[in-house]
Each structure stands twice: as structure tokens, then as C-alpha cells.
């Protein structure tokens, strides 16, 4: 068996904002995500961006098509 390395009490303080499994084969990924605490702009806010920048550009995504 692989030992997990120990982690220090600065990085296991805050609890992931997001948790991911990715199972493949016999081996299990897991990514913790975490956000940026001091934000003020939501996902929406982000996505909304992106969108505008894209219609902007005058380029034709490929989920438009």
C-alpha cells in the first residue's frame, strides 16, 4: 500500500468548495476544489463574460452549431 502523505493544519482548515471522482480502471482520482474566498463576481457573472467576449469576437462556437 501507498502511504498518503501528511497534510499540515493550514491546508485541511477550510473544507473544498467543490469534490470530484473520477474512477478509472482500479484507480480513483479525487480534485479538491477551492474558490476564491475575497470575490465578488459569481460563476455567472464569469460565464457571462465569456459569452460576451465570444459574441464580440463574431466567432461561431461549436455548441451553436
Do not use: I, W
Not at 482500479?26 to 460565464?47: I, P, R
Amino acid at each position: 500500500m501507498t502511504d498518503t502523505p501528511k497534510r499540515s493544519t493550514a491546508t485541511t482548515a477550510r473544507r473544498p468548495d467543490c469534490v470530484t471522482e473520477v474512477r478509472r480502471g482500479n484507480t480513483v482520482l479525487v480534485v479538491s476544489g477551492y474558490f476564491k474566498q475575497d470575490t465578488t463576481a459569481t460563476a455567472a457573472d464569469k460565464m457571462m463574460k465569456v459569452l460576451e467576449a465570444e459574441s464580440a469576437a463574431g466567432g461561431t462556437a461549436a455548441h451553436a452549431m
